[in-house]
Structure formats: structure tokens, C-alpha cells
């Protein structure tokens, strides 16, 4: 019973602070959106995302990996944390070259280069944030883990509320990308003393060994390991993503910036199944995969079940109330991005049978399957805005993100269908 209501608090503390984390981002945006206009709220959601996609090549999956290996290895996991921390500085560095050369020759404004470049930082923190949360996580600190993974969106929050409220500021597209600067630079070293410390108290694997195993790990062996994590990540952003940096590249700032409101609003709705499959149902799925095919299938067509049903309720709630949720939260003038919103909301429940299903081809050798699937969805993704963007706008890109999620959410279904659950190949995937 102790153990259960333990399970209980971790939980509700990993989603709480999921859900402020997110609920900041949200807000921040809203005050962004109120703030800067149609036009630099294009500019800084595009710079923002553009960004992203920079941060998932700096990090490239290198904390999973370090998860994966203390699950194997208990303490002698040590050995990896070094090799893997070299790696991080090595696709860190790569990253930042990559911002730096695409900010100067591409195709920016004086003032979108000069966002561009303050911004970078961000990369820096959020890898730190994320390397830190691993150790969290394999420490079982779950209170910490909460804690650090809302700190630095609630920290931006404040700055935001503080100037608008209380000094009156009128926020300039510099203003934000300052604050995205200072707070970059503040979590950077706080996770890089955490790190340096490597005062690491795993959980769930005894006491640590008076001595242990040493390993030379070099780092194209962890690049051997990484990559399918990596890939993922950079393949979910694409046809997750990379609408809205398209978007502007091909019509413009100010679609982007309608296209931003309807994504902000779909990236809230997108932390339910995210929070629940990759904090708590995940390890659990390793688990019964290994030991309980039966209660790994039940759990399956349980999950399917209930991500359709919530995701057709969340579909026709943003469907109905779009208009008056738009005018709410981000003002009449970007009432142009109700269309969009509406359009969007049809890959809800698309999206979330999506993150059911592909949480089982996670587990065992499936993840290289996966990773494929993700590749072949994130490339016609690409071919799909690259054409309706030129001819249809921002309204090109969210028919895409449909069509997407939809031919995802095949590919899982017949994947798993056929390589996980070969034996209940026969049976319905939507039962409970």
C-alpha cells in the first residue's frame, strides 16, 4: 500500500509539473502574442522552432541513452556518463555552428539574425536541463525531477509577467530573446555543477560498489548506441514542427505568425498522452513486454481505446469553442487562425492513437522499426508543405500535419500489429 501511494505522488508530481511547465509556455506565449503583433510573434515562433530543431541535434538523444545504460549496467552505468557527457559538448558545438552559419546566410533580416543568435543560448540550457533530468530520473528523485524540468519555463513566466504588470514594459522581440538568453545561461550552469559533481545515488540497484567495473567507453561507441534515439527526435520534430519554420520561410512572417496561435494551442493538448506514456506507462511497457505479453497487450488496446476517445472529445471541444479560445488567450487580431485551429484539431485524436501505438514499438529491438516509420512520415512531410504551403499557406501546412499524423498512426498500428503482437494479430486494437 505504502509502495502504491508512493507510485501515486511520483506520478502527480511528474504531471503537475508537466502541466506548469506547459500551462507557462502557453502563457508566455499569449503575452508574446498580445505583445509583439502578428508579424514578430511570427518571427520569434519560427526563431523558437528553428531552434528546437537545433536543440534535438545538440542533445540527440545522448540522455536516453544514459537511462538505457544505468538500467543495464546499475552502477557500473558510471562508466558511460563521461563518454556520453564528451559526446553532448561534441553535438553541442556542431549545433551551434550550424545556428551561427544558418543565422548569417540565410535568408534573415538584420533583426531576425540578431534574435536568432541571442537565442542560442537557449540550446545550451535546455541540453543541460535535459542531461540533468536524466540523472533525476535514474536517482528516482521524482520530487527534483518536477521541480527541474518546470523551473526554467516558469522562471521565463515571471520575467514576462514581471515587465508587462508590473514595469509597464512594452516587450520588443529583443526583450524575449533576452530573457530565452539569461535564462539559458543561469540553468546551463546550474546542471553543469550538478554534472561536474557526478555525485550520482542510483536507485534500485543496491548500494554502490566500493569498487567498480571500469569500462573505456569511447565516443563512436556511444554514437553506435545513440542514433535511433537521436533520429527519432529529430524525425517527431519534423512532422511535428517544422510546419511553422516553413511556413515562414515560404509565406511570411505574418502567416507564421497565425499558424503559431494554432499550434501553441495544439502543443498544450499534445502533453496528456505525452506525460502519460513517456513518465509513467514506458517502464512499465519494457517491463510487460519481457514478463507479461498478456497484461502488454491488454494495456495496448486499453491505451488505443482511451487515446481515441479522449482525442475525438479534445477534437470537437477546440473544434466548437476555436473562435472564442483564439480571441481569449491571444486577442481579435489573430482571429485569421480559427480556420487553422479548426483544421489542426482533426489530427487530435490522430495524434494521440499515434503516441499509444508507438510506445510498444519502443520496447525490444522495435525501436530501429519505429525510427524507419518516423523517417518515411517526416519526409512526406516535408514534400506535402513544400507544395500546399506554396499554394494554400499556413493553411497548406495544417492539411499536411493531418494527412501526417493519419499515415503515422497506420504505419504504427500495422507495425505493431505484425512485428510486436504477431500472435494477437487477429484481435481488434480498440478493445478494452
Known amino acids: 500500500m505504502k509502495r502504491i501511494k508512493k507510485n501515486f505522488v511520483d506520478v502527480f508530481l511528474l504531471y503537475s509539473s508537466s502541466l506548469v511547465g506547459s500551462g507557462s509556455t502557453f502563457l508566455i506565449y499569449t503575452i508574446l502574442a498580445r505583445s509583439l ?3 514578430d510573434f511570427g518571427i520569434f515562433g519560427a526563431t523558437f522552432s528553428l531552434l528546437t530543431i537545433f536543440k534535438i541535434i545538440a542533445e540527440f538523444g545522448l540522455s536516453q541513452l544514459l537511462l538505457k545504460k544505468f538500467g543495464i549496467y546499475g552502477w557500473n552505468g558510471i562508466s558511460w556518463v563521461r563518454p556520453i557527457f564528451k559526446s553532448l559538448l561534441y553535438t ?3 549545433s551551434f555552428v550550424f545556428v551561427v552559419s544558418w543565422s548569417y546566410f540565410g535568408p534573415h533580416e538584420n533583426l531576425e539574425k540578431k534574435i536568432m543568435l541571442i537565442m542560442s543560448v537557449y540550446i545550451l540550457g535546455q541540453v543541460v536541463v535535459e542531461f540533468v533530468s536524466s540523472v533525476f530520473q535514474v536517482e528516482e528523485r521524482y520530487s527534483f525531477l518536477a521541480i527541474w524540468q518546470l523551473s526554467s519555463n516558469l522562471l521565463r513566466l515571471i ?12 516587450i ?3 526583450d524575449a530573446a533576452y530573457i530565452y538568453f539569461y535564462v539559458g545561461i543561469l540553468f546551463s550552469v546550474v546542471g553543469w555543477v550538478k554534472i561536474y559533481l557526478k555525485d550520482i545515488k542510483l536507485s534500485g540497484h543496491g ?3 566500493k569498487k567498480l567495473e571500469e569500462k573505456k567507453i569511447l565516443v563512436k561507441n556511444v554514437f553506435k548506441e545513440v542514433w535511433p534515439f537521436g533520429f527519432a527526435s529529430i524525425f517527431a520534430f519534423i512532422y511535428l514542427q517544422s510546419d511553422i519554420v516553413m511556413v515562414k520561410y515560404i509565406s511570411g512572417d505574418i ?14 493538448l499534445m502533453l496528456f498522452p505525452s506525460v502519460l506514456y513517456q513518465k509513467y506507462f514506458l517502464p512499465k511497457y519494457h517491463r510487460w513486454a519481457n514478463l507479461d505479453r498478456k497484461m502488454f497487450f491488454h494495456a495496448y488496446k486499453t491505451g488505443n481505446l482511451a487515446m481515441l476517445l479522449s482525442g475525438i ?8 469553442f476555436s473562435g472564442i479560445i483564439v480571441e481569449y488567450f491571444f486577442g481579435i487580431k489573430f482571429m485569421n487562425s480559427v480556420g487553422m485551429v479548426k483544421v489542426l484539431s482533426l489530427s487530435i485524436p490522430l ?17 530501429k522499426t519505429k525510427v524507419k516509420l518516423m523517417g518515411v512520415t517526416a519526409v512526406v512531410n516535408i514534400l506535402l508543405n513544400l507544395y500546399l504551403i506554396k499554394y494554400y499557406g499556413a493553411y497548406g501546412a495544417a492539411i499536411s500535419t493531418v494527412f501526417c499524423n493519419l499515415l503515422l498512426m497506420l504505419l504504427y498500428l500495422f507495425f505493431a500489429q505484425r512485428y510486436v503482437f504477431p500472435a494477437e494479430r487477429s484481435c481488434r486494437v480498440f478493445e478494452n
Open 313 to 320: 472529445f479534445f477534437m470537437l471541444t477546440i473544434f466548437i
Open 92 to 94: 553541442t558545438s556542431i
Open 159 to 170: 520575467l514576462f509577467v514581471f515587465m508587462v504588470f508590473f514595469l509597464k514594459i512594452d
Open 172 to 174: 520588443t522581440l529583443s
Open 37 to 39: 503583433g502578428v508579424k
Open 255 to 268: 502567416e507564421a505568425g497565425y499558424y503559431n496561435v494554432s499550434f501553441v494551442i495544439m502543443t498544450a
Open 207 to 209: 548500494k554502490r560498489p
Open 351 to 367: 495524434y494521440f492513437v499515434s503516441y499509444s501505438v508507438g510506445a510498444v514499438l519502443v520496447t525490444k529491438e522495435h525501436m
